[in-house]
């Protein structure tokens, strides 16, 4: 998948203001950015930085002000509200600091509502589900409903389902920000793996420095601009010292 | 031309189409589950619904009942009816509702229906997240409204009909309890079946309305709602 790189997240001078009570605050202030398939890459900032802003325009859930975003070379803002949809289901797939499965389904079913609404038969369905559960270990609990799995077990279907019809993208908002420390690494760990076993690119919006390790990327993001951007030849010398780091969290 | 770009390098697996949809056994499916795991809630909608089209029909079969009657007995009946405080027109054989009995009625299905309004707005409420993750994993707005209106309509039809046969069978008890046998005697039973038939349609329209505003609240929410509601 490395012969072919090609730009699958485009950002052009975006930004963005919402409105507060009577003003407006310009929550991102003018970003670039440039995504390349298969990269791993992730967006720190502190919160209140315009870090999640950013993320949800990528996401294409929520329009920038000023600007525009290219998912696969297609400007989103043009999109219709079906196209939108269609974006969503196959083109991304998101997940959420809170898990969000749907507590009525078992974990199969919230697996397989993404390739419900992408017109999959049932049959095929299932069986891409459990395949999909297994990638992420949780080969027999796929009959278990949400609630009765643990914190991690949930994000792991979550993952599952975010890979329901082959995305691109993947993109974690705080992915491992619900999660103590070695479940959030083993849920690092299962991200790095599928982006490097599946050439997805995954974009997580994160201030869990355990993501630095394996990310390709950080997008360092400070008052709705990007502050700086480092690979990760670069960030390994300043991993020692992470604490150093500007804008770590208080 | 944006739907070219997307096609090129999507839908590559087996047996998917290129729309988005959502068929209707899997959502009649949805929704149901969603009624059980909310059952008590879902029951409490019901259950309003139930009173208020239970009395509508005890009504409209007690009206049947008196026409019955009056049909059968003639004028002698007709004063009968009269002193049981039935609004009946001797000349023209004919028993209507009484003004009250009409106001209390109307008024009873209104409050049905704030009611219903009432319980789906909180149902919707709660399932913020839930709406908008559905929009994240590639819903329609019109799936969303398909999935709380076809609820509506299980609730509908389970809390209408249920008080319509109620409220029928109520008011055939009162018949024999007040007139004796007669009152079955003389009952015009397709009439009475057209009474709880018109009594459940109603309740089903009452349903369908009260979910209408919540459903279309649920439909326009933003999927960006889902990552806020937490943070």
Wanted: neutral net charge; hydrophobic residues 45%; glycine residues 10%.
């Amino acid at each position: 998948m490395n012969d072919e790189r090609h730009t699958i997240v485009r950002v052009i001078n975006v930004k963005k203001d919402f409105p507060l009570g009577r003003q407006t605050v310009r929550v991102l202030k003018g970003v670039d950015l440039e995504i390349m398939a298969g990269e791993y890459i992730s967006i720190m900032g502190p919160s209140g930085s315009g870090k999640s802003t950013l993320f949800n325009m990528i996401g294409g859930l929520d329009k920038p002000t000023d600007g525009k975003v290219f998912i696969d070379e297609v400007d989103i803002s043009q999109l219709d509200a079906y196209e939108l949809a269609w974006l969503r289901n196959r083109k991304i797939g998101y997940i959420f600091q809170t898990f969000n499965l749907i507590p009525v389904m078992t974990a199969l079913e919230n697996v397989t509502l993404p390739m419900t609404f992408a017109g999959m038969h049932g049959d095929d369905a299932q069986d891409k589900g459990i395949e999909l559960l297994k990638l992420v270990g949780l080969g027999e609990r796929f009959q278990h409903k949400p609630l009765e799995l643990s914190g991690g077990q949930q994000q792991r279907v979550a993952i599952a389902r975010s890979l329901a019809n082959d995305p691109a993208i993947i993109l974690a908002d705080e992915p491992t920000g619900n999660l103590d420390l070695s479940t959030g690494a083993e849920i690092i760990e299962l991200l790095k793996m599928l982006s490097a076993e599946r050439g997805v690119t995954v974009i997580s919006a994160t201030h869990d420095y355990k993501m630095l390790n394996v990310s390709d990327r950080v997008v360092w993001i400070r008052d709705g601009m990007i502050d700086r951007i480092e690979n990760r030849d670069e960030l390994d010398i300043s991993v020692g010292g992470i604490t150093e780091v500007e804008g770590a969290p208080a | 031309m944006s739907k070219k770009v997307f096609d090129a390098s999507g839908g590559s697996g087996q047996g998917i189409q290129r729309a988005i949809s959502l068929p209707w056994g899997k959502s009649v499916e949805i929704s149901f589950r969603s009624l059980r795991v909310r059952l008590f809630r879902s029951m409490i909608t019901v259950s309003s619904l139930v009173l208020a089209v239970s009395f509508l029909s005890f009504v409209l079969v007690n009206l049947d009942v008196a026409a019955g009657i009056l049909k059968a007995g003639g004028k002698a009946a007709g004063k009968i009816l009269l002193a049981a405080g039935y609004d009946v027109d001797l000349e023209t054989g004919r028993v209507a509702m009484s003004a009250k009995e009409r106001w209390i009625v109307i008024l009873s299905l209104l409050v049905c229906t704030v009611g219903i309004v009432n319980a789906q707005l909180m149902s919707v409420t709660e399932r913020f997240s839930e709406i908008g993750v559905m929009k994240c994993l590639g819903a329609l707005d019109s799936m969303v409204l398909r999935l709380f209106l076809l609820e509506a309509a299980m609730q509908g039809l389970l809390g209408a009909g249920g008080g319509a046969a109620l409220g029928c069978i109520f008011s055939l008890l009162a018949g024999l309890i007040r007139f004796g046998g007669k009152a079955f005697n003389a009952l015009p039973w397709l009439d009475a079946l057209g009474s709880v038939g018109l009594a459940t349609l109603a309740g089903l329209t009452l349903s369908l309305l009260g979910v209408l505003y919540p459903a279309i609240l649920a439909m326009r929410m933003r999927p960006i709602n889902a990552l806020r509601a937490e943070h």
